[in-house]
């Protein structure tokens, strides 16, 4: 007989949690999951799943001017955003349902509310004060959004709210130029909403491909964003009719809604980990090692509360690879290099590998680059000026393929696949030797051309 009540206590039933909780429960492992807020994380309640459909709504606007390209008649457009929203809802809640049907089902016990340390085994449940204790702990709480402590900050939005709007304001303004503002800022540009970007770098999306932040403050352009740069806000100010933002160079903006999509930062706070010695980074990270393992040995951390690549898939993968390290004898240190990933704005955007920066600081003049840009055909008739961008990134004398970056419809399912290839350390002759698919974008991967220097 164990002398705790549970093998594994989980807390947090977001993605990370809830695969970890589940596997080890299919191990036989007697496992409980604690959620303060609905299970499925970030990813399910407030991320990528409502943020995707938020596109495919807003997308419906452009399609139906281009459908009229393509032959069809369509009068009395409108949008209701009350519609899409509770739908939205609807879906997220069925899925939320089933990750906690998963737990239960495979033997998990869940506790719906708040857990917090009080030592290194033992937890106690917000709601009932009761104890528990468990013999290994994982963390997998996920972040927060965060916003700079700026005045009348308290009038701002983030996005745990953009999906929960009671209405859509005519005027938004969204500050940031990260992922979150940037596929906001589509979105509600999508929708009809003045949108203005107001950013405190000179180019979108930093760490990105250079080329990649030039074409996407174009796209966002030419999907009627307001693109602002090198502003950063100092002052929320609400008037009778919205709200007036103040910037360091005394730029003002009035506007009936503020986003503010300043990042995320692990949600650690209160959450006891002093009380069990866990060590946090100045961000409120867990430390962890390769294998998840924070500096007290029988606690452990993965998904975005750990700041590492802060996305789904990658703390699915982190769970995973605890399961394994802990439960099935082979230690699993789970490989975070040429992970691909995607930006959903509009054209989105599909990048695995170094970007051509990286790759000249890591390579010099070892590197090479292919490079293309086209107006695809769906555009051409509907006389959209949108264009397709890719790069691919190659090093040394066979040619590696180390980077590639997408612009265009699709990108993100196309970049899935090259992720393979750029994982398995595939060569440009390997995609010179492979026949296009025609026609489709994707065909032009495999026929690349060099850069003319
Ligand atoms: P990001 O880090 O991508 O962007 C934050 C933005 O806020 C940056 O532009 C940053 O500027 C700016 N910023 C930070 N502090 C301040 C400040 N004090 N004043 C003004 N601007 C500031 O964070 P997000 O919240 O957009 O996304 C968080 C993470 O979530 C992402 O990094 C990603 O890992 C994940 N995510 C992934 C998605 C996907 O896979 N499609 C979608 C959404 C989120 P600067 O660039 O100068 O630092």
Same mark, same amino acid.
């Given at each position: 007989m164990s002398k705790y009540d549970y093998d594994l206590f989980v807390i947090g039933a977001g993605s990370g949690g809830v695969r970890a909780g589940r596997l080890a429960a299919q191990l036989g492992k007697k496992v409980a999951v604690a959620e303060e807020s609905k299970p499925g994380g970030t990813c399910v309640i407030r991320g990528c799943v409502p943020k995707k459909?938020?596109?495919y709504g807003a997308e419906f606007g452009g399609a139906i001017k281009s459908a009229q390209k393509y032959g069809w008649s369509i009068s009395d457009v409108s949008f209701d955003w009350s519609a899409l929203r509770d739908s939205i809802q609807t879906e997220v809640n069925r899925l939320s349902g089933i990750y906690s049907n998963i737990l239960e089902k495979n033997g998990a016990t869940?506790?719906?509310?708040?857990?917090?340390?009080?030592?290194?085994?033992?937890?106690?449940?917000?709601? /009932?004060?009761?104890?528990?204790?468990?013999?290994t702990i994982l963390v997998a709480v996920g972040g927060r959004p965060w916003m700079p402590e700026i005045k009348g900050a308290?009038?701002?939005i983030m996005s745990d709210d953009a999906f929960l709007l009671d209405k859509l304001p005519e005027s938004i303004l969204i500050i940031g130029g990260g992922y979150i503002a940037s596929e906001f800022a589509g979105i509600f540009a999508g929708m009809g909403v003045k949108t203005v970007q107001a950013y405190r770098g000179d180019r979108l999306l930093k760490g990105f491909d250079a080329d990649v932040r030039e074409i996407a403050g174009k796209h966002q352009n030419m999907l009627g964003?307001?693109?602002?740069?090198?502003? /950063?806000?100092?002052?929320?100010?609400?008037t009778s009719g919205g709200y007036i933002v103040s910037f360091d160079d005394g730029t003002k903006i009035g506007t009936d809604l503020v986003f503010m999509a300043t990042g995320r930062r692990p949600h650690t706070a209160s959450l006891g980990l002093e009380n069990a010695g866990v060590a946090t980074d100045k961000n409120g990270a867990v430390i962890v090692d390769e294998f998840s393992? /924070?500096?007290?040995?029988?606690?452990?951390?993965?998904?975005?509360?750990?700041?590492?690549?802060?996305?789904?898939?990658?703390?699915?993968r982190e769970g995973v690879a605890f399961i394994d390290t802990v439960y099935n004898d082979t230690p699993n240190a789970y490989d975070h290099t040429n992970i691909a990933s995607a930006v959903f704005t509009q054209p989105p955007i599909g990048v695995v590998g170094m970007n051509e920066a990286e790759a000249r600081a890591a390579y010099g003049d070892k590197i090479e680059v292919y490079t293309t840009s086209f107006r695809p055909m769906k555009n051409a008739l509907a006389e959209k000026e949108q264009r397709c961008f890719m790069k691919l990134i190659t090093e040394g004398r066979k040619q590696r393929v180390i980077g590639i970056h997408i612009v265009g419809d699709d990108s993100p399912e196309i970049i899935q696949a090259l992720g393979i290839c750029v994982k398995a350390g595939l060569t440009k002759a390997d995609f010179d030797q492979t026949c296009a698919?025609?026609?489709?974008?994707?065909?032009?991967?495999?026929?690349?051309?060099?850069?003319a220097s």
């Open positions: 459909y938020l596109v869940l506790f719906n509310e708040r857990a917090e340390f009080v030592d290194a085994h033992t937890v106690r449940l917000q709601n /009932s004060g009761k104890e528990v204790t468990a013999k308290e009038h701002a964003v307001d693109t602002r740069f090198n502003l /950063s806000p100092t002052e929320i100010k609400k393992r /924070s500096n007290v040995k029988n606690i452990y951390a993965v998904g975005d509360v750990t700041d590492r690549v802060n996305l789904t898939p990658v703390a699915i698919v025609h026609p489709t974008l994707a065909e032009e991967i495999v026929t690349l051309k060099a850069r």
